[in-house]
């Protein structure tokens, strides 16, 4: 039986689900719904502004769409900084990168990011309920309650990516239906790409293929199922494998290794000094190695016993974090 012919069934027994329903089901789901609306509200302006973000989790997040926003997408797992390790997915700090560098505060960015993340939630969420054609004026509170769960009273102040995935993820639910209803794969696709940037915010969301493989399998679309879970992982192992931005650094280290003349000591591609060649250092040493030696070029001699004359100077540590990782992978693609 559908959803909404549960909710509001009559006590009689009587389907409802083509009337107004039940008017005190109703009233107390409203009820629900405006009580939630306004308590939201009275925390974000009794929050506001001294204690957003204040935990590690948000501070995490701004601290990737800040390095991002200055060109640096992932610091090293280990750097002069110390521990950079977080791995977190890439989508919600590279909105939030995005916005500060169209002039967005950091904090104010956040905010925006994570309030118009919940009430993407709610429209997804009213979005699947239509799809099931649950009737508009129960949705609409049903879809507002996200707004009174204890998860959004406790996080409502933080960064937090689980809005985000939510919004993404229940978004494929209304254009898995469509699809079937209209006969169009072109919807399946768009509800596997919404499934693919769920998981690109936070990982876990890819769980969503599961449900919906099902419900396309009891649909009896077998066919459908199978192109939906492979076709979706697919495109997600692809979007996770590219490192965007890792063609460019290395165009750009090239840069940085010519404004620094490295090549009064070294030589790549016949061009430069030849006592020191560099071509194929990217497949003799690992990237940290090479960082290594750029960064602390008297230990790297030390390590590799090298005694070349005039030694490598170590001035080159204090370059900008951006220009490091550029210089480090145009080293790498020297192949
Ligand atoms: C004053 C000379 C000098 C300058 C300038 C210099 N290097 Fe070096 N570099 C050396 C010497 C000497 C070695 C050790 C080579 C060896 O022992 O085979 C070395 C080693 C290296 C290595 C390790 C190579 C290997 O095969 O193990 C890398 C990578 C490197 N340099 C990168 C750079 C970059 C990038 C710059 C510019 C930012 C630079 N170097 C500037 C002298 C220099």
């Not at 549960?6 to 006590?11: A, E, G, N, Y």
């Not at 960082?291 to 001699?301: C, F, L, S």
Request: some cysteine.
């Amino acid at each position: 039986m559908p959803i909404h012919q549960v909710l509001i069934q009559r006590r009689d027994g009587h389907d409802a689900s083509s009337g107004p329903g039940d008017p005190w089901l109703l009233a107390a789901l409203w009820t629900l719904a405006i009580v939630a609306v306004a308590a939201a509200v009275r925390l974000l302006v009794w929050y506001w502004p001294g204690r957003v973000f204040d935990g590690v989790t948000s501070h995490i997040w701004t601290a990737l769409a800040w390095d991002l926003a200055h060109g640096h997408f992932y610091r090293p797992l280990l750097g002069p900084d110390g521990y950079g390790g977080t791995r977190y997915m890439p989508l919600l700090f590279g909105i939030q990168a995005l916005l500060m560098r169209l002039g967005f505060d950091p904090i104010d960015a956040g905010v925006l990011l994570m309030q118009g993340s919940v009430l993407a939630a709610a429209a997804a969420l009213y979005a699947a309920l239509r799809a099931h054609q649950v009737p508009r004026g129960l949705a609409v509170p049903l879809a507002l309650t996200v707004f009174g769960t204890v998860i959004y009273q406790q996080y409502c102040t933080d960064l937090d990516p689980d809005y985000l995935a939510f919004a993404l993820a229940m978004s494929s639910v209304p254009l898995a239906v469509r699809s079937v209803r209209h006969h169009q794969s072109g919807w399946l696709f768009a509800a596997g790409l919404a499934v693919v940037l769920a998981a690109l915010t936070k990982v876990t969301a890819l769980a969503y293929l599961v449900p919906l493989a099902w419900w396309l399998l009891t649909s009896a679309r077998p066919r459908a199922a199978a192109w939906f879970v492979m076709g979706t992982l697919a495109l997600f192992t692809l979007a996770a494998g590219v490192r965007p931005g890792f063609a460019q650094d290395a165009k750009k280290g090239e840069a940085v290794y010519t404004a620094q003349k490295c090549s009064l000591c070294h030589q790549v591609a016949g061009k430069g000094n030849k006592t020191n060649p560099l071509d194929g250092v990217g497949a003799k040493l690992s990237a940290e190695d090479i960082r290594q030696w750029i960064t602390h070029p008297v230990e790297a001699a030390a390590k590799a016993k090298s005694t070349k004359k005039p030694p490598m100077p170590a001035k080159y540590g204090s370059l900008p974090a951006a220009d490091l990782d550029a210089l480090v992978a145009y080293m790498q693609s020297l192949k």
